[in-house]
């Protein structure tokens, strides 16, 4: 935990200075409500803990609006769920109960079908790959569907890739999964896919996961690196495959209304610092991904690579099965990138 702790006082150090803007808006209507000079006092809140990437870049996209306004600005952020789970994010955000959430995909995928691609597994095979898809038009237009529950999507952040864990053996190809209780979430194509692979998918809510594993309800569990490293999940688990089989981003967004009662100077320095605070985000949880790695090896966890492509082929099934449902050109735009 020290080693993380370094490393993060580090990046924020070395990422505190950046300024500037990232691109001049993304074509949400900009005619402001209220005055330059107007004090503004908004809430943002996302599910994660203090330490993770999502609160460190929330506090720096804080800080950076602060900045940008003079002070006029003030957002305080609500870490660990205080404010109540993603859907409630959601909910509270599209009645203007709440001005910003950072929420992950998944949710928002009843809402917003075009959500439900960044489900489908082995969709990218980088975090680069994911940045093109999400920066590009592509991801504009999946975010600009947000307009349509009352919110303003400002851009996507990173929950990272997923990887496989087990207390039983090796895993190497999806052959050695089969038979393992897995626990995925309650998403319908996510326990498709491990279906798939040949597992037994097991959904489960997320705070009965570490006493399921002990008692051996189930046999493993999929997350990031961090989550793994921060749950401590070592104690209950031997065997870590790094299949990062799905990629979450994660979605920034803001209630129209409160968008609106912002003077335009101002909206512009929300666009601007949340592509700051977005980019940061990012590095942070390349980062502290990294680390967590060595963290849960150096804890007696015994780390697998595997050959993506006896994977993918897998999976092949879960593709024909869901594309009529999220849309083949919009699944075919992001594989042909």
Known sequence: MKKIIAIICVVVIAMAGIVGCGGGGDGNGRNGGGAVGEVFNFRLAHVNNFDHPYDIAAIRFAELVYEGTNGNVRIDVFNSGVLGNEGDIIEQVQMDALEFGLVASAPFAQSVPSMFVFD??????TREAAYEVLDSDVGMNILAELEG??????????????????SIRPVRTPDDLTGLKIRTMQNEIHMESFLAMGAMPTPMAWGEVFTALQQGTIDGLENSPIIYQTNAFWEVQTYKTITNHFYSPAVFFMSRPAFNRLPAEYQQVIIDSERIARDYQRYLHRVMDEAAIQ??????????EI???LWRASVESVYEQYMDMIGADLVNAILGM
């Open 120 to 125: 489908l597994p082995f969709l990218f095979a």
């Open 149 to 166: 529950l009352n919110m303003v999507g400002l851009g996507f952040w990173e929950n990272g890739f997923r990887n496989i864990s087990n």
């Open 295 to 304: 963290v849960l090896t150096d804890n007696g966890m015994q780390i697998t």
């Open 307 to 309: 050959d993506v492509d």
